[in-house]
């Protein structure tokens, strides 16, 4: 039985790490796209690596270096949870090796627990990135010893367990309760987006504190992540001078719900995968005479089919927007003495109002449709090929989809700082139009990585959404674009519109260089 594990796990870990993708001579182009997928997240890694120093830094700075564990445990169990839960649809059922993994001598117990093992091993990574530098930090400036590295390990090594079971048991939860629905696609993407909307509030709820509150802004911090999550405190005890029992129990704690999630889920595994791919028609229906439409719109129907048909597909690509339109509703709440407390500066109002602009846009290009739709495609792109259809008709319905979802999100977001910061028509005409050229470069980017970088040989949505190297160059290219106008527009107020025209411009550019080149690509070579 454990020879069955470990083959199956080799399997499943052959995905990532499997030699043939680093051999040029086979594939030059999946060699390249590796290798550029690895950039990608050399590059994210070193940010988060960067602002986790920055942030352990701050708390030695403000006296409370001693909650630097803790606040490396929340962190980093917060990235976990969140990006579990983004790809809990399609993590442990749903997968198009079932059948093939089924038919090899394990039982569903040993199948699930693969599943999680990979899982796992890749949250481990966000982990390590997030939690090194903090700890380096903490051990520098403590003077650690053995004891409190080895107690560093085990930390962790146990730091993303409870967060991954949590979301996948919230996920899985979900893919049960919507499976017999009529449309159980469309109510499974209400559920996700509601959790995680849910989430994002609780999030920006917690961190929004009184003045006299952040007066004393070190311990209100160390005391918020007891408050958010107390299981950190258990697992930075020993490094708090506590009793190194409590990190014992919060490794019994976290072993434990994972055995009783695996055993349930093993349990059910086949069932619940077998219900996911059995088709089953509800009613009778009835034949109806087909409404004539133009190729466009024939397209662009199948686009909106598939975002609603595909849970994880839809929760990814409008998460920028879903973000935009809280912060639109948020604001309107916000007073300015917390504007200023969040700055640390008194009277940051006209500051906020500069920035905002870049706020929209940068949400607004973080993420796309048009990023993994040509992947999606999968096996069924010959029917594209096929058609006598111009592939530029092709994706323009791709296109068309990210902006019925973005220009409405502007639209009704921007009013809402209109209306919060009172600005001028000017302003908030400026505001709208830098916000929805930065959707049309996210829009046109997206298709161009994509195009440039198809992956055609998906196993489950899940690769083609979040692991692709098209959504990769998309998300990193729009928080660059988006990002560095807004740094420098903080740091030079006085030309903050000066600096937004420029960036707003160079997305527009690069939004007609992307159209100049699609319009010349042919999907059948």
């Not at 052959?14 to 590796?34: G, I, Y």
């Not at 040989?457 to 990193?476: G, I, L, P, R, Y």
């Amino acid at each position: 039985m454990r020879g069955n594990y470990r083959i199956l796990l080799k399997t499943q870990m052959m995905r990532v790490c499997n030699p043939a993708l680093f051999s040029r001579r086979q594939d030059p182009r999946r060699f390249s796209r590796t290798i550029g997928m690895l950039l990608a997240v050399v590059i994210l890694g070193g940010c988060l690596m960067f602002y986790s120093g920055m942030i352990a830094k701050g708390f030695i700075f403000l006296g409370q270096g001693q909650a630097i564990p803790r606040v490396a445990v929340s962190m980093a169990s917060a990235f976990v949870l969140i990006f579990t839960f983004l790809k809990s649809n399609g993590a442990l059922f749903g997968g198009k090796d079932f059948d093939q993994v089924m038919a090899l001598p394990v039982t569903g117990f040993q199948a699930a627990g693969v599943k999680f093992t990979f899982l796992y091993l890749m949250e481990m990574l966000v982990c390590v990135i997030v939690c090194i530098p903090a700890l380096v930090v903490y051990g520098l400036h403590f003077s650690s010893g053995p004891y409190e590295i080895l107690c560093m390990i085990l930390m962790l090594l146990l730091t993303p367990v409870l967060p991954a079971v949590a979301a996948l048991l919230v996920g899985t939860v979900v893919l049960t309760l919507t499976s017999r629905l009529p449309f159980r696609q469309f109510f499974s993407i209400v559920f996700n987006v509601g959790i995680l909307v849910g989430v994002l509030a609780v999030t920006f709820g917690m961190g929004e504190q009184s003045p006299e509150e952040l007066g004393q802004m070190g311990a209100d911090l160390a005391s918020l992540t007891s408050g958010v999550y107390p299981l950190a405190s258990w697992a930075a005890a020993p490094l708090e001078g506590k009793s190194p029992l409590l990190l014992g129990a919060f490794g019994l704690l976290s072993l434990g719900c994972l055995f009783l999630f695996l055993a349930i889920v093993g349990k059910y595994y086949i069932p619940i995968n077998s219900m996911l791919a059995s088709f089953k028609i509800g009613k009778k229906k009835k034949a109806k005479l087909g409404k004539s439409s133009s190729v466009f719109m024939a397209l662009y129907k199948k686009e909106w089919k598939r975002l609603l048909s595909c849970t994880i597909y839809a929760v990814n690509a409008v998460c920028g927007q879903i973000m935009m339109l809280m912060a639109g509703i948020a604001v309107l709440f916000v007073g300015e003495d917390t504007f200023s407390a969040m700055f640390g500066i008194p009277g940051t109002l006209d500051m906020v109002r500069k920035a905002v602009p870049l706020v929209l846009a940068f949400l607004g290009g973080m993420t796309s449709t048009t990023a993994p739709s040509l992947s999606l495609e999968g096996k069924s792109r010959w029917i594209l090929c096929s058609i006598p259809v111009e592939p530029m008709t092709i994706f323009f319905s791709k296109i068309a989809l990210h902006l019925s979802i973005s220009l409405p999100c502007i639209l009704i977001s921007g009013t809402c700082f209109w209306i919060r910061f009172e600005m001028s028509l000017a302003e908030g005409l400026w505001m709208l139009f830098v916000a929805a050229s930065y959707s049309v470069f996210a829009a046109f980017f997206g298709m161009y990585a994509n195009v440039k970088f198809p992956r055609y040989d998906w196993e489950t949505e899940q690769q083609a959404v979040k692991n692709s190297m098209s959504v990769m160059v998309s998300v990193f290219g729009g928080m660059i674009l988006g990002m560095t106008p807004f740094i420098l527009s903080i740091v030079f107020l006085r030309h903050a519109m000066l600096i937004t025209g420029i960036f707003t411009a160079a997305a527009l550019l690069i939004s007609f260089a992307c159209y100049w080149r699609l319009k010349k690509v042919k999907l059948f070579e």
